[in-house]
Structures are given as C-alpha cells and as structure tokens.
T-cell receptor
Framework: GDSVTQMEGPVTLSEEAFLTINCTYT??????LFWYVQYPGEGLQLLLK?????DKGSNKGFEATYRKETTSFHLEKGSVQVSDSAVYFC??????????????FGQGTELSVKP | EAGVVQSPRYKIIEKKQPVAFWCNPI?????LYWYLQNLGQGPELLIR????????DSQLPKDRFSAERLKGVDSTLKIQPAELGDSAVYLC???????????FGEGSRLTVL
C-alpha cells in the first residue's frame, strides 16, 4: 500500500542554518503531497502542499518540490529560526480514496533549533 | 473562528476501564476524522465521517472501539475496555469536504496504567 518515509530525527541545527528534511513516498496513483508541522503543545497544522509533479509548495520560508521521478518531497528552508523548532510530518493523500481526504503520514522528524 | 476542539486534553485510566473522547469540529465542516498517533509515529486514520455517516471505519478496532457523530456535528470516540497498548494521542480533524484541507485539534493524550 501507499506509504511515506521520512528521515529520522531529532535534527538539531543552529539558528540561520540550512534545513533539509528528506521525505520519500510510495503510491500506486498520483497523490497530493503535504508537509504538516506540530509546534509544542499545539495541533497539527498544514505547512505546505503540492498536488502534481514539479509543483513547488511554499510557506513561511519553507519549500518542497514534488519530484515524481525520485518519488520525493524534501522540505527545505534557507535559514531556520528558534521558532521553527517543532515536529514535521510528511504526508500523502490517496486520490483514489473516496475522492480524497485520507492522509498517510510519515513518522515525523523533530527539529530543534538552538540560538 | 474557533478551531477543532477536543476534550479532555489528558486522561489517565487503569486498564479495563472505559474512556471517551469528544470532538467539536469547525462550524460547517461536514467531514470529520479520528486519527491515532502513537509515540514517535505519524497519525493513522481510525474513522472518517461524512455528516452522520461513517464512510470509512476499516481501521477502527471494533471489538473495543466505537464512535458516533450524532446530528453530524460533534463526535465521540469510546474505548471499552482500555488496554495498555491504547496509550496514545487521539486526534480529531475536520474539513469542509472530503478533498478539502484538514484542520486538526490539539489531541487527547491517553495513558493506560
């Protein structure tokens, strides 16, 4: 079945460092891809998404490009801040699942940014 | 606008006891989801509702778990009896439609002793 694999954490970076969190997926169809973020004590929030190959999602300085040839959706940010410390989840939505809506998540990657 | 509201935030019970979680979705959101998040893992879908109808409960362990969404608004997820392995965070989410963006609540953290 469909699945998502993320790089393991925790990832610890200094402020203003470059961030990459790797995400690869397996899907039989053409899924939509998402990054969700969970700040301490808060619920999951959608960070960005891409719905087709070569699309780039972006938000709050984060970017991810839907790469069909490598089945990847890596999350990047050029300069992280302490406030970016959170758990990041890569996810896909199976388009053949009752018109969408079922999210399949990776295991999450914890990011800790030090001043 | 209020987000998805869940209660209780934390619950500690002994094994074999019952427990219930409540979710109030965003107003107007017809689609409601319950997800299970084990420690260090991503959320996994338990059940999805379209209005009052459970359209996918294939991942819900029906021997001990039950859910309802009366009147197509609030929803309750129940576990009876709870087992040690049920310790996890139970997330509720809602969306305007099946293909719409999901909005998550803060979750209910269950500890079974």
């Amino acid at each position: 079945g469909d699945s998502v694999t993320q790089m393991e954490g925790p990832v610890t970076l200094s402020e203003e460092a470059f961030l990459t969190i790797n995400c690869t997926y397996t899907a039989t169809g053409y899924p939509s891809l998402f990054w969700y973020v969970q700040y301490p004590g808060e619920g999951l929030q959608l960070l960005l998404k891409a719905t087709k190959a070569d699309d780039k999602g972006s938000n709050k300085g984060f970017e991810a490009t839907y790469r069909k040839e490598t089945t990847s959706f890596h999350l990047e940010k050029g300069s992280v801040q302490v406030s970016d410390s959170a758990v990041y989840f890569c996810a896909l939505s199976d388009p053949y699942y009752n018109q969408g809506g079922k999210l399949i998540f990776g295991q999450g990657t914890e990011l800790s940014v030090k001043p | 606008e209020a987000g998805v509201v869940q209660s209780p935030r934390y619950k500690i019970i002994e094994k074999k006891q019952p427990v219930a979680f409540w979710c109030n979705p965003i107003s107007g959101h017809n689609t409601l989801y319950w997800y299970l998040q084990n420690l260090g893992q991503g959320p996994e879908l338990l059940i999805r509702y379209e209005n009052e109808e459970a359209v996918d409960d294939s991942q819900l362990p029906k021997d001990r778990f039950s859910a309802e969404r009366l009147k197509g608004v609030d929803s309750t997820l129940k576990i009876q009896p709870a087992e040690l392995g049920d310790s996890a965070v139970y997330l509720c989410a809602s969306s305007l439609s099946p293909s719409g963006e999901l909005f998550f609540g803060e979750g209910s953290r269950l500890t079974v002793l």
